[in-house]
């Protein structure tokens, strides 16, 4: 079985982002960027099923600029097989994504496909499920939890209020979230080795895909700043300041 | 304009986000708010959302395979009513339910999906957070029909009187598409473990009492509990403290887990991470206790107490009973 693993290059996530003062967006020029946090998921969960003998073939698929390339690289470090890039400088949002992957699964002919569910940047949480639309296959989102036997997967999910199980026929698709695995390192022979590695790099054109965008962005402000920073000394006025607030 | 609502239910009540996204509907200035109720013997939930104020139609969709919401059965359902009434909007509250089907409904329809909805500046228009919340988007559609997920705790609940919606059953045409959906896709539920609670939701709850990593273990939440009982609160988490496994998943509060807003938020042994932030700064009044005066949920807090926290938690629970 061969697992299709979409993965995004973001700010990573302890960078503290500031808003570009023309308000068109956010600063990214000489910030440190990485895999999304939910995308190594993903790849983890996808070498564990190469481990447990049940995947055969992991291939890492990131679209965007030439840079995406260093995040298709760190998925082969850690133990993907394969890595496509899908070039373009022009924004991608996750409709456009999605139409991509879709042309790659008629190529690649993954049974499984499995992102993170959302990305830490525009937050959108939809890849996933746009492209399990698309393509009419059955779609488990927020997964902690991934099981394969014969040609099922039986995914947990998170949901509101606790968790449920849910069985798919395989071709299917997994969203994951935190609580499905805790990725690895890749070790520094591997990142060397993964630096040699040959990439199938791909264009939205040469794929035929139109990727316009349905969005546009008006503006990107900071948040109203809270006004805070107020201390008490005991617990008499914690109690007094909330009876202030009429809490209590 | 007309929107379509999604409620969200579970098969007996109107689950209370749902009222949220319908006061979000009147804001893009509807002329007709219709409210989709799919489930299994979901007619009384029907019936409540016909009388919420400003609702028009409610269309009910009753099968058994819809007692446990599925993307794959849900979103033809909706796409086919889009067809049929000639929908502008589709909204949805952007919880762990809404945020399952509807980019699937918006790939079907080949229009973008905007997560999150925070504020509508018009028909077109929509503000929503990104990079957890530290920026704010404000993004033009220019689809036809705006799919889109609601942020509830940034509108108010429409009044649960005053509508006079007309129920409608729409199984004749629905039932076949639903069957068709298991057909194609081969989804099945299986089973679920819901957390049973006797506190309110943790989403929409007044006073939300939440634990770090500086709980020390799950035991010690119970100290938490006390305090949330007191004030007829919820019980949430940091993610330090679902990682840790203190507490099960569905408590955490964050950019990856709730958003909550409510009156009152008590942060107890949390640092105050961005991620986790991002979850609760809207909150009216916020109250840390920690015994780092560094921690930065100190810059967000109204009430900061610096304290250890197993001594602090015990006297406040104390003294608030005593000045109820």
Sequence with gaps: ?248 | TSCLVIAEHDNKNLLSGTLNTITAATKLGATNISVLVAGSGCNGVAETASKVKGVNNVVCVDHASLEHSLAETISPIIVQLQNKENISHILTPASNFGKNFLPRVAALLDVAAISEITQIKDADTFQRPIYAGNAIATVKSSDKIKCGTVRTTAFDKAPTEGGAGKVVSGNDWAVPLVEKALNDTHIKWESSEIVKSERPELTSARVVVSGGRGMKNGENFKMLEELADTLGGAVGASRAAVDSGFVSNDLQVGQTGKIVAPELYIAVGISGAIQHLAGMKDSKVIVAVNKDPEAPIFQVADIGLVADLFKAVPELNEAIKKAK
């Design chain 1, 1 to 248: 079985m061969k697992i299709l693993v979409p993965i995004k290059r973001v700010v990573d996530y302890a960078v503290k982002i500031r808003v570009k003062s023309d308000k068109s967006g956010v600063e990214t020029a000489n910030v440190k960027m990485s895999m999304n946090p939910f995308d190594e998921i993903a790849v983890e969960e996808a070498i564990r099923l190469k481990e447990k003998g049940i995947a055969k073939e992991i291939a890492a698929v990131s679209m965007g600029p030439k840079q995406s390339q260093e995040t298709i690289r760190t998925a082969i470090a850690m133990g993907a097989d394969t890595g496509i890039h899908v070039e373009t400088d022009k924004e991608l949002q996750p409709l456009a994504v999605a139409k991509l992957l879709q042309k790659l699964v008629e190529t690649e002919k993954p049974q499984l496909i499995i992102l993170g569910k959302q990305a830490i940047d525009d937050d959108c949480n939809q890849t996933a499920q746009m492209l399990a639309g698309l393509l009419n296959w059955p779609q488990a989102t927020f997964a902690s939890k991934v099981d394969i036997k014969d040609d099922k997967v039986h995914v947990t999910r998170e949901i509101d209020g606790g968790l449920e199980t849910l069985s798919m026929k395989l071709p299917a698709i997994v969203s994951c979230d935190l609580r499905l695995n805790e990725p690895r390192y890749a070790k520094l022979q591997n990142i060397m080795k993964s630096k040699k590695a040959q990439l199938n790099v791909l264009t939205p054109e040469k794929l035929g895909v139109d990727t316009t965008s349905h969005l546009s962005t008006v503006s990107v402000e900071e948040p109203p700043k809270r006004k805070g920073g107020v201390k008490v000394e005991n617990i008499d006025q914690v109690v007094e300041g909330l009876k202030k607030n009429a809490l209590i």
